[in-house]
C-alpha cells in the first residue's frame, strides 16, 4: 500500500455489469469516489444513464455501455470508446428464476446460465486481450451461497453461480503472468434480485455497501497479492473459503474392489493393506434395477455399464456414436442382463429416458456421465467452443436429471451421479469452458440433492481422474495406464446402492482413492455494520480474515454458512459496545456518580506493545515449551491466548480513583470482583498500538460495601475499530451506605450467575503453578507488590505472597480452551486466593454454546474462581488444534 494507507483506484477504468440498480450501482459509486472511470452496464440504457448522471454530477467521471451481457464485446468496445481501455471487470448481472426443478422449463435454466455464466466468459472474454497487452488487469466474478451450498428451488442458480468459481480458478491461472488476477465473492446482499427471496428485517441489515469495500481491496492497483481465491461476506462479516479434503480411503486394486467394499466406515478409515478388500453382507447388488449411463460407448460409461451389468442390473446405454453404444449393448447381454441403446445427444435427455421406460418401464439410477473437451486457451477460446462444451456437460445433465425427476418422484426412489472434475476443482490451464462446466454440475448436484431428500432421491457428484478417449488427448500413456476407469466405477457403484445414505456430497476419486470435498471458511473478521467499512479497514485486518486455523469453520448449507453474518447484525458501533457515546447514567443514581460517568478521565497514553510482550503473557499463564504457537515468535499461527485481551485496558481500569463518588475510599480495601473480556477482533493482533476509552459503567450500593464496574473499550489505534471491550467489578469495602443504586442491571454474559451443573463434570484439567509464577505474571504489567514482596502480603493479611487474580482467570481460561476450543467472550468472579506453587483444579461442563467452569486449589480444595463462563465461538465444537 502507499505511504498515506490509501488503496489506490485513480483512473482505473472499471466496468460494472448490471449497474442500473442495486449492487452494482453502488460499486459504480464506489469506484467513482476513489477516482476511476467508470462504466455502467445495464440492459435498461436509462437505468445505466440515471446512474452515470449521478456520478458525473457528483464530479466523477463516468460512462454508459447498454446491453446484454451475452454479447460482452459491444460492451468492452463502449468502455474503450469511452476511455480508451479496461482495466477492472466486475461481472455483476444476474437474474432470478426460481422454480421448485419438478417445475422448472428449459427456458428457466437457460435464461440464468445465459446470464450468469456465459455473460462473465463473454466480457471476460472481451477484456482479456486488453488486459494481457497492458499487463494489468483485475476481474472479479459473483457466486452466491446458493452454488456453494444449494438452495431449494434454484437449481439454475446454483449451477450457474457455482459454475463461476470453476471459471475463476481456471482464469486465475491463465492470468497470473499478464497481472491479471481473478477472484469470486459469495456475497450477502440486498438488491432488486434477493428483495424476492429475502424478508424486509434481513434486507435492512444486508446493505451493498458491505460488499464493495472488498471489492475494492481485490481490484487496487495496490491491493493484496491475491488471485484465484473466493471470498463470503455480508453485514460487516468479511472471511475467505476454500475446499478442504478429507484422508480418504485407500483400496487395493484386484477383483476385490467392488462397491461391496465400499462400506460407509470403510471410507472413513484408510486402508493401505495389501490384503483383498473386505465385503459387506449382503453384498451390493442392482439385480432388476434399472440404471441409465451417459456417455457409455467408451471409457469411463462403458465400464460403469459393465460393472451394473454383472450386478445384475438392465441398463441403458447413451452415446451419440451408435456403434459403440450397440457394442457395449450386446456386452453387457453377454453377461445375461437386458440392454438397449440411446443414441442421442445427452441434452435429449427425454430421449434417453423414453429409451429406459419404453424397455423397462422405470429407471432407478441415472449416472450423468457425458462429456468432451474443447481445450483452449482462454485467448483462444471461441464462442463456439465455449457453448459446445457447457451444453454438453451441464445442459445435458441438467437434462437427464429432469427427464428421469417424475420418475424419481412418484416411485419414491431414486440415485442420480453426477461427474465434474478435478479440474472444475483447482482449475487448470486450457480449460475455462470445462473447468466452468464442471464446478456448475457440482452446484446442480448439492441442490438436487436438497430438493430430491423427500422423495428418498439422492444425488451425489464425483470428480474423477479417469484414462479416457477424452483424457487421452492431453495425458500422457504411463498415466492413462494408471489411472484406469475400473478404478472409478467401483465407488460410482457405491454411491447408486441403496446402502449409501449420503446426498449432495463432492469426492475426488482415482485410482482405487476415494476423498471427500468439502468447504473450509476462515473465522474471519466482522465490521460494526451502522457505520461506514472502507477498503482500508479490510486491508488492516487482512490476515485474520485469510488464516484458516483452529477457528475455520465448515459449513454444509446456506443456513450454516448464514450464521456468522446474521449474527453481526448486531454489530453496532452505538449502543452499549465499543464506541457507544453512552454514558449508562442511571436514575437511582446519586449526583456524584452521575457526574462522574460523564466525566470519566481518559487516558493520556497509548498501549503499545510487541509480539516479546505476547510471549510474556503466554508464559505468565503457564504456555509451555511445547506449546510452540503460544511462546514461539515464528512458529507457524503464533498468537496471544485470548485473556491477553485484560492486558492493554489494566493500567486505564486499575489507576482509577473513587474518592469523589462514593465514602470512606481506601485502596487498601479493593477486592477485585469479577472480570468479563469481550475478544471484538481475533485473531488478537500480536503487536500494534491500542487506545483505552474508559466509562464508568455501574456503581452499586451494598451497604457495608460499595460495587464499582469500569468498562473499558480497546480500540486499534490505526483502523478505529474494536479490539476488546474488559467490565472490571471492584468491591470497596468500607465504601456503602451513601443511598446509592441497590441492584445491577442485566449486562447479558457480564453478570451472568452461571452456577454450576448438578452433575459430574464433562472434563477436569489440573495445573500446578510454578514458584516464579507470579514473579513472571507482573511482568505483563500489574506490580502490586502483593503478589511478590512477603511484607506487604502479611499487611494484606496474607501468608505469602498471592497469585495475580487475571493470572488464575487466565491459566483456568486456557484449560477451557484446550479442552472446548475458541471462544468469543469470558467472565469470572474471583472467589480465593492461589498460592504461586499450588495446583489449580478447573472443573468444566458444556451447556449447548457455553461452558461454565470453576477453579479450586487442589492442595486445600479452596475455591479460587467460581461462577465462570465461556461462549464458544460457532462451529467450534472440538477441541482447538494445539
Same mark, same amino acid.
Given at each position: ?5 490509501? *488503496? =489506490? ?53 463516468? +460512462? ?45 435454466? #437457460? ?25 494489468? $488487469? ?10 456453494? /451450498? ?6 439454475? &442458480?446454483?449451477?450457474?453461480?457455482? $459454475? ?89 486394486? #484386484? ?12 471410507? *472413513? ?90 424397455? @423397462? ?8 456421465? +457425458? ?12 464462442? =463456439?467452443?465455449? #457453448? ?9 445433465? &441438467? ?73 487421452? %488427448? ?11 476407469? #475400473? ?6 457403484? &457405491? ?14 476419486? @482415482?485410482?482405487? /482413492? ?7 471458511? %476462515?473465522?474471519?473478521?466482522? @465490521? ?76 493520556? =497514553? ?10 510474556? &503473557? ?67 493482533? %500480536? ?46 469495602? $468500607? ?60 499487611? $494484606? ?55 461454565? @467452569? ?29
Amino acid at each position: 500500500m502507499s505511504a498515506n494507507n490509501q *488503496l =489506490e483506484f485513480k483512473d482505473l477504468v472499471t466496468v460494472v455489469t448490471g449497474a442500473g440498480s442495486g449492487i452494482g450501482r453502488t460499486y459504480s459509486r464506489f469506484f467513482a469516489e476513489r477516482g476511476a472511470k467508470v462504466v455502467v452496464n445495464d440492459v435498461s440504457a436509462e437505468a445505466a444513464q440515471k446512474v452515470v448522471d449521478e456520478i458525473n454530477k457528483a464530479g466523477g467521471k463516468a +460512462a454508459v455501455a447498454a446491453g446484454s451481457v451475452a454479447e460482452g464485446q459491444k460492451i468492452i468496445d463502449q468502455a474503450v470508446k469511452a476511455f480508451g481501455t479496461v482495466h477492472i471487470l466486475i461481472n455483476n448481472a444476474g437474474i432470478l428464476r426460481d422454480k421448485a426443478f419438478k417445475n422448472m422449463t428449459d427456458q428457466d435454466f #437457460d435464461l440464468v446460465t445465459l446470464v450468469h455464466l456465459k455473460g462473465a466468459y463473454s466480457c471476460t472474454r472481451a477484456a482479456w486481450p486488453i488486459f494481457r497487452k497492458q499487463q494489468f $488487469g483485475r476481474v472479479i466474478n459473483t457466486a452466491s451461497a446458493a452454488g456453494l /451450498y444449494g438452495n431449494m428451488g434454484q437449481a439454475n &442458480y446454483s449451477a450457474a453461480k457455482m $459454475g463461476l468459481v470453476g471459471l475463476t480458478r481456471t482464469l486465475a491461472r491463465e492470468g497470473a503472468k499478464h497481472n491479471i488476477k481473478v477472484n469470486v465473492i459469495v456475497p450477502i446482499a440486498a438488491s432488486a434480485m434477493t428483495e424476492t427471496i429475502m424478508p424486509p428485517e434481513m434486507l435492512k441489515g444486508l446493505k451493498p455497501e458491505f460488499i464493495a469495500p472488498l471489492v475494492g481491496v481485490l481490484t487496487a492497483k495496490n491491493g493484496p497479492d491475491v488471485n484465484g481465491r473466493i471470498f463470503e461476506l455480508g453485514a460487516g462479516f468479511v472471511s475467505e473459503v476454500r475446499y478442504e479434503r478429507s484422508k480418504g480411503a485407500v483400496w487395493k486394486i #484386484d477383483d476385490s474392489f467392488t462397491p461391496s467394499a465400499l462400506t460407509p466406515r470403510g471410507l *472413513l478409515k484408510k486402508s493401505m493393506n495389501s490384503s483383498p478388500s473386505k465385503q459387506v453382507s449382503p453384498a451390493i447388488g442392482f439385480k432388476d434395477q434399472v440404471v441409465i449411463i451417459t456417455g457409455a460407448g467408451a471409457g469411463l460409461g462403458r465400464i460403469y455399464a459393465l460393472m451394473f451389468a454383472k450386478l445384475g442390473a438392465n441398463v441403458v446405454i447413451n452415446d451419440v456414436n451408435k456403434e459403440n453404444a450397440e457394442s457395449v449393448v450386446a456386452e453387457c447381454k453377454k453377461l445375461g442382463v437386458k440392454a438397449v441403446s440411446a443414441v442421442c445427444s445427452a441434452e435429449d435427455g427425454d430421449a434417453i429416458v423414453k429409451a429406459a421406460l419404453d424397455a @423397462f418401464g422405470t429407471v432407478h439410477v441415472l449416472v450423468a456421465n +457425458a462429456g468432451l473437451l474443447r481445450d483452449k486457451s482462454f485467448l483462444g477460446m471461441t464462442e =463456439e467452443m465455449w #457453448d459446445l462444451v457447457i451444453a454438453i456437460h451441464l445442459k445435458g445433465t &441438467y437434462k437427464c436429471a429432469k427427464a428421469v425427476w417424475p420418475v424419481f418422484q412418484k416411485q419414491k426412489y431414486g440415485r442420480i451421479i453426477t461427474t465434474a472434475s478435478p479440474n472444475g476443482l483447482y482449475g487448470t490451464i486450457g480449460q475455462s469452458n470445462y473447468s466452468t462446466a464442471k464446478a456448475a454440475i457440482m452446484g446442480l448436484t448439492r441442490t438436487l440433492a436438497i430438493e430430491g431428500a423427500r422423495a428418498n432421491i439422492n444425488v451425489n457428484c464425483i470428480a474423477p481422474r479417469a484414462g479416457t478417449a477424452m483424457t487421452a %488427448t492431453v495425458w500422457p500413456k504411463e498415466m492413462l495406464e494408471a489411472m484406469k476407469p #475400473d478404478f472409478v466405477a467401483p465407488f460410482v457403484g &457405491y454411491l447408486a446402492s441403496d446402502q449409501c445414505k449420503d446426498s449432495g456430497t463432492v469426492h475426488e476419486v @482415482f485410482g482405487g /482413492y476415494a476423498a471427500k470435498i468439502r468447504w473450509q471458511r %476462515t473465522y474471519g473478521a466482522v @465490521f460494526p455494520n451502522d457505520k461506514e467499512l472502507k477498503p482500508e479497514a479490510i486491508m488492516s485486518r487482512w490476515k485474520e480474515i485469510t488464516t484458516f486455523d483452529a477457528r475455520a469453520t465448515h459449513p454444509a448449507s446456506g443456513r450454516e454458512a448464514l450464521e456468522q453474518i446474521i449474527n453481526n447484525m448486531e454489530n453496532v458501533s452505538s449502543g452499549g459496545d465499543s464506541s457507544s457515546s453512552d454514558s449508562y447514567e442511571d436514575a437511582e443514581d446519586t449526583d456524584a456518580i452521575k457526574d462522574a460517568k460523564k466525566n470519566m478521565p481518559q487516558p493520556t =497514553e497509548d498501549f503499545t506493545y510487541t509480539e516479546r510482550d505476547v510471549l510474556l &503473557y503466554n508464559l505468565g499463564i503457564g504456555a509451555k515449551a511445547a506449546d510452540l504457537k503460544w511462546v514461539y515468535e515464528n512458529a507457524d499461527g503464533f498468537e496471544a491466548l485470548p485473556t491477553f485481551g485484560v492486558i492493554p485496558q489494566f493500567g486505564s481500569s486499575s489507576g482509577l480513583s473513587f474518592d469523589s463518588i462514593v465514602p470512606n475510599f481506601n485502596p487498601a480495601k479493593l477486592l477485585h470482583g469479577e472480570q468479563y473480556l469481550q475478544l471484538k477482533k481475533t485473531p488478537i493482533p %500480536t503487536s500494534g498500538t491500542l487506545s483505552n476509552t474508559v466509562k464508568l459503567r455501574e456503581v452499586l450500593d451494598k451497604g457495608k460495601t460499595a460495587m464499582v464496574t469500569v468498562q473499558v473499550t480497546t480500540k486499534d489505534k490505526a483502523s478505529g475499530e474494536v479490539v476488546f471491550i474488559n467490565e472490571s467489578t471492584v468491591v470497596l469495602r $468500607g465504601s456503602g451506605g451513601f443511598g446509592g443504586k441497590k441492584n445491577g442491571a442485566d449486562r447479558g454474559n457480564a453478570t451472568a450467575l452461571n452456577e454450576k451443573p448438578k452433575r459430574q463434570p464433562d472434563a477436569v484439567v489440573e495445573e500446578k503453578t510454578t514458584l516464579e509464577q507470579a514473579a513472571l505474571y507482573r511482568l505483563s504489567g500489574d506490580y502490586n507488590p502483593l503478589h511478590l514482596d512477603p511484607n506487604f502480603a502479611s499487611i $494484606g493479611g496474607f501468608p505469602k505472597p498471592i497469585l495475580h487474580g487475571l493470572c488464575s482467570m487466565g491459566i483456568a481460561s486456557k484449560h477451557v480452551l484446550q479442552t472446548f476450543g475458541a471462544y468469543s467472550d469470558i467472565k469470572v468472579r474471583f472467589a480465593g486466593v492461589v498460592i504461586p506453587g499450588q495446583t489449580i483444579v478447573t472443573e468444566m461442563w458444556k451447556e449447548g454454546d457455553k461452558v461454565i @467452569f470453576a477453579a479450586k486449589v487442589k492442595e486445600t480444595g479452596a475455591p479460587a474462581i467460581s461462577n465462570a463462563a465461556v461462549t464458544l465461538v460457532s462451529g467450534d465444537k472440538g477441541k482447538s488444534k494445539l
